[in-house]
């Protein structure tokens, strides 16, 4: 039985990935990166910093620069972004609202890191809505090991085979399900065609405002 939904944050609570290509655009351009226009986008999607610059590291030729420095540039300039100017999806918090009407229990498990979060969520007033936050620091392998599922079911207290997982990417979905989760995509046509979702997840939605109706049907609820 569904006890509990963990909800990731970039892609299907903040609509943030816009403002990622433009926040990797001047951290890369600090390391001498001219003109980054999402190339890699695909490739980052839903990945720790950590991970996403270790790949920018590698095809930008940085190796003379640390991934520590470069990680640590990202959070500077990222900062920024989710302080003052990254909004939320449409129809945010009347869902996160009826998912607590039910009683279910609520987690944010974001790859970000809660420097970003912490202001992010106090500035749309929609901390709580959420029992538990696990930011990206707090887990030692990020997306896609299980990592950050897990730890975010045990501070709910969930079994993970009793959470479902609101993922927008590849990564995050196979973190779910290596969590022992059931997983539901939400993708987003902007930066990945859907159909290489196909398989990916248990169950897919179109937006975030479909997920009471989704969860209704996972709860036996009639129509």
């Known amino acids: ?24 655009r001047e951290h890369l351009q600090f390391f001498g990166v001219p003109d980054y ?17 270790e790949l920018y590291r590698e095809k930008f030729g940085l190796a003379h620069v640390s991934v520590e420095e470069m990680v640590a540039k990202r959070v500077e300039v990222a900062q920024r972004f989710y302080a003052t100017t990254i909004p939320l999806f449409e129809g945010v918090a009347p869902v996160l609202r009826e ?12 790859s970000s890191v809660s420097s970003f979060i912490v202001p992010f969520l106090a500035r ?47 990564s995050g979905l196979q973190a779910g399900r290596s969590a022992g989760c059931a997983t539901v995509a939400i993708p987003d046509p ?20 479909e997920l009471p109706a989704l969860v209704a049907q996972l709860c036996g609820e009639k129509k």
């Open 99 to 110: 998912i607590k009407a039910r009683n279910l229990k609520t987690a944010l498990a974001t």
């Open 37 to 53: 226009r999402g190339e890699y986008k695909a490739e980052v999607l839903g990945k720790s910093l950590w991970l996403s610059d």
């Open 124 to 170: 749309h007033e929609i901390g709580q809505f959420f029992d538990a936050v696990v930011t990206g620091e707090m887990v030692k392998n990020g997306k896609p090991n299980p990592d950050i599922y897990l730890l975010a079911a045990q501070k709910v207290g969930v079994s993970p085979e009793n959470c479902l997982v609101v993922e927008d990417a590849i």
């Open 190 to 209: 902007r930066w990945l065609d859907p159909q290489v979702f196909e398989g990916k997840s248990d169950h897919t939605i179109a937006k975030i405002s």
């Open 1 to 24: 039985m569904m006890r509990a939904i963990l909800f990731d944050c970039d892609g299907v609570i903040a609509d943030s990935e816009p403002s990622w290509n433009e926040i990797d």
